[in-house]
């Protein structure tokens, strides 16, 4: 006979945390959010921690290099979607990895014998008043001269008038050069009151722009995740099919961090892909895997050599796995049970394996939840697709604003690979559906509240660590009429 679980299997939204003693010093501004990634010793450090502890899903609809961009710089991890062409997806990791914070290729070059008239044309289409001008016009051609809105006066240039009469000519202008630093160009700026400095390499060729602006939005970003050559972190999706050919691909572009993209994580094929990588780059290269929803799927993982584990099957917005095949399991149960028997495992070899809570983040607080059960980090397709960087397109609905957010497993994604189980190269049935989500605005703007929020019920907690908060956390269930009580009740609300 099968086996048959006790207890029903439970979702984030049937629990709540109750207070601890706020100490004094439990102040947002004691919290850290710092969290490991990857597996490591006891005693030493994470080789790879992120500053915020969310992830953004490995999914089309997501994880594009913009997205990683964004969420790189308030500290957080993007895995960018593995069903793709390989070349494709290794161009948009050396995306994120050219990315210099600060350092813009112009998108705003002309050439000295165009005119004024195509100076304003550019400006009305870019918005942008810094024009570069270049031999060839190109981002990166020789640097001839720059062109700001104080080069001409709209009310006496005419319009006819060649770029190469009214431009600040290179002779004149202060300029840096390539492998100058950030704060080095800042200073520049600072120093001789500019507005943008250009940065040439020894032949005069453009390379990027600073801009006086984009010093105030760095000093914004103090969490943002940087490497050991303060390049922007990275992850990236892979398969058990063709991971010969991209792992290579994804490394040489830079990959920080892979993850196996699965509904279901404990088989045979995620241990031969683990184990392939793990041999073939002497363990260097990092690889998580996953998801699985108990404790034999992650001792599975973990000994095959997974360095994080993705915890969650059928609780993602767009996920109809449960549906359509009758397997999963509550997303809070599966995070509670393989946390406990990621601590088990801590406590017997001194191996600390992250694990990662994936789906089914609704409100805000569930992101605390899933940390109080044991959760190190959290991944997100819903959220995030929400946002401005998100790769999706914008529709107007009525009177409001969505986005598109379409599943993996849904014919519009056709990711087979992620629901393979061996048999025909291609999806049978969908096991996730195309659909919109309300349009939020930008990323920054909303993970910046959702982490005040987490901080916030931290200290309510009295914890200022993550690692603290797990440990001391207290969760309690809630029943369906307490969680009516939850939302604001028994009055009459205002329009808003
Ligand atoms: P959510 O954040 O609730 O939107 O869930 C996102 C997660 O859902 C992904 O990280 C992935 O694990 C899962 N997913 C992605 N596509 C599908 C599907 O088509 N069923 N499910």
């Given at each position: 006979m099968a086996y048959l679980y006790n207890e029903p299997s439970r979702t984030f939204n049937e629990y709540l945390l109750v207070p601890n003693l706020t100490k004094k010093d439990s102040v947002p501004d004691n919290v850290s959010l710092k969290t490991p990634i990857v597996r490591y010793k006891k005693g030493e450090q994470c080789p790879l921690s992120t500053n915020i502890p969310l992830v953004s899903a490995i999914m089309q609809s997501v994880s594009d290099s913009n997205m990683a961009i964004a969420l790189a710089r308030c500290g957080g991890l993007s895995f960018v979607f593995v069903s793709q062409p390989i070349e494709q997806q290794a161009e948009m990791v050396r995306k994120v990895k050219k990315y210099k914070a600060g350092f813009v290729v112009s998108d705003s070059c002309l050439k000295p014998d165009q005119t004024l008239k195509d100076v304003l044309n550019l400006k009305a289409r870019t918005g942008h008043s810094t024009i570069a001008v270049t031999e060839d016009g190109s981002s990166t051609g020789k640097l001839l001269g720059l062109i700001a809105s104080r080069d001409y006066r709209l009310s006496r240039t005419p319009l006819d008038k060649k770029i190469s009469e009214f431009m600040t000519p290179f002779s004149s202008l202060i300029y840096g050069t390539e492998g100058i630093t950030l704060s080095e160009a800042n200073d520049m700026i600072w120093d001789h009151k500019l507005n943008s400095l250009p940065i040439v390499n020894k032949d005069q060729l453009l390379v990027y722009m600073v801009f006086r602006k984009d010093y105030d939005a760095h000093k914004e970003n103090p969490l943002e995740l940087l490497d050991q050559s303060k390049r922007l972190v990275v992850g990236a999706g892979i398969n058990t099919r063709d991971y010969k050919e991209r792992v290579p691909a994804l490394v040489k572009a830079g990959a920080d961090v892979l993850c196996i993209d699965s509904?279901?994580?404990?088989?045979e094929w995620q241990k031969d892909t683990i184990q392939w990588i793990k041999q073939e780059y002497n363990g260097e290269v990092k690889v998580g895997a996953g998801n699985v929803v108990d404790k034999e799927g992650f001792l599975y993982l973990v000994n095959a050599g997974a360095d994080f584990v993705k915890v969650g099957i059928g609780?993602?917005?767009?996920?109809?796995t449960r549906e359509q095949k009758g397997i999963g399991r509550g997303q809070a149960t599966s995070v509670i049970e393989v946390a406990k028997a990621r601590n088990e495992y801590f406590k017997e070899t001194g191996i600390y394996v992250p694990i990662c809570s994936d789906g089914g983040i609704v409100h805000d607080y569930h992101m605390t939840l899933a940390l109080a059960m044991g959760a190190d980090f959290i991944m997100l397709g819903r959220y995030f697709a929400r946002f401005d960087e998100s790769p999706t397109r914008r529709l107007k609905m009525g009177s409001s604003y969505v986005k598109e957010y379409w599943g993996e497993g849904s014919n519009r994604a056709r990711n087979w690979e992620r629901y393979d189980t061996g048999g025909e190269e291609r999806l049978e049935f969908e096991e996730g559906v195309d659909s919109y989500v309300p349009y939020a605005g930008s990323l920054k703007d909303n993970v910046d509240i959702a982490i005040s929020k987490m901080k916030s019920t931290m200290c309510n907690c009295g914890a200022v660590t993550i690692e603290e908060f797990q440990k001391t956390a207290r969760l309690t269930l809630v029943s369906s009429t307490s969680i009516i009580e939850g939302g604001a009740h028994d009055v009459i609300l205002k329009e808003s």
């Open positions: 509904s279901d994580g404990y088989s609780g993602g917005s767009i996920c109809i």
